[in-house]
């Protein structure tokens, strides 16, 4: 968001007419590209490391899952009467 307020004001000084109002504006843009250029170069890798954990997380849900059903069927068959323990 600074970015585009940086911008905004050079523009604003671009506007003023004079040579010195445009060095300002040129260093005001160049000054909020390099602002733009790290905040990419800080975004890539946190988006890249959010996704990843977060399918992490879907993978150790779904394991989770499958743990909870595949335990909740064994007990359901060994508690059930004739089942795997003969009913006791």
Same mark, same amino acid.
């Given at each position: !968001?600074? +970015?585009?307020?940086?911008?905004?004001? *050079?523009? $604003?000084?671009?506007? #003023?007419?004079? #040579?010195? %109002? *445009?060095?300002?504006?040129?260093? &005001?843009? &160049? #000054? *909020?590209?390099? %602002? +733009?250029?790290?905040?990419?170069?800080?975004?890539?890798? &946190?988006?890249?490391? !959010?996704?990843?954990?977060?399918?992490? +997380?879907?993978? &150790?849900? %779904?394991? +989770?899952?499958?743990?909870?059903?595949?335990?909740?069927?064994?007990?359901? $068959?060994?508690?059930?009467?004739?089942?795997? $323990?003969?009913?006791?």
């Amino acid at each position: !968001f600074g +970015t585009v307020v940086d911008i905004i004001n *050079a523009f $604003d000084n671009l506007a #003023e007419g004079s #040579e010195e %109002a *445009a060095k300002l504006v040129m260093a &005001a843009i &160049a #000054e *909020a590209l390099i %602002a +733009t250029g790290v905040g990419i170069l800080v975004a890539i890798p &946190a988006v890249m490391m !959010f996704n990843y954990f977060k399918n992490e +997380t879907k993978k &150790a849900t %779904a394991r +989770t899952e499958l743990l909870g059903r595949s335990l909740t069927s064994h007990l359901r $068959d060994v508690h059930q009467p004739g089942g795997k $323990d003969g009913g006791v």
